[in-house]
């Protein structure tokens, strides 16, 4: 095989190669691209997009395992807040998106150990209605056996998220809360 032949074949190689790797990218499942340098913005994008998925499928399982074991034990009725969730939110996904503003970064240590949690606020739009979300999510969680996931999931209509002029964390709970209007 002289040297034209060789490169002739390593370039069909490689244009095989390319062909193959850029075809394996319509095997993964639909994830928006969130576009953004900040990795807490995409933890917690990629967070409510599971969210959102469970909902619109009504998956109650794999709602459940988003939510991290320290969170579903200092839960209050999680199941029942689940159903409520899931009939709360009406029509079918139109659009989400992440909030201005952000993940805000809480951090926590205790010696050598430490938590992360993320909180981010979310729009959500159905062809019935438009919610509000805010997300508390842990990814990092050294202090707490069973703490990674997320921790608190808080949802309202967008009408009356408009009248809240309050931190993300004071809407903190455990599990799936429905905050009321203030």
């Known amino acids: 095989m002289n040297s034209r032949q060789r490169a002739a074949m ?6 095989a190669f390319s062909t193959l790797l850029s075809s394996c990218s319509m ?23 599971h969210v959102v998925r469970a909902i619109q499928t009504r998956d109650k399982a794999a709602l459940r395992d988003q939510f991290s074991k320290l969170a579903l034990g200092d839960a ?10 899931f009939d709360f939110v009406r029509g079918r996904l139109a659009s989400w998106q992440m909030d201005d503003g952000g993940a805000a970064d809480v951090e926590e240590t205790s010696g050598p150990m430490r938590r992360q949690e993320l909180q981010g606020s979310f729009t959500l739009v159905t062809d019935k209605d438009v919610y509000w ?24 209509r967008l009408e009356n998220a408009n009248k809240y ?7 903190r709970a ?8 203030s």
Request: charged share 20%.
């Open 10 to 15: 390593i370039l069909v190689a490689w244009m």
């Open 27 to 49: 095997l993964v499942p639909d994830i928006p691209s969130y576009d953004s340098p900040d990795p807490d913005r995409t933890t917690l994008n990629i967070a409510f997009d």
């Open 76 to 85: 209050t009725d999680f199941d029942a807040r689940v159903n409520v969730l």
């Open 133 to 156: 979300f805010v997300v508390f999510d842990v990814p990092v969680d050294e202090i707490h056996d069973g703490g990674v996931g997320l921790y608190g999931l808080a949802v309202m």
């Open 165 to 171: 002029y309050t931190p993300l964390g004071d809407l």
């Open 174 to 181: 455990p599990g799936i809360s429905f905050p009321p209007p």
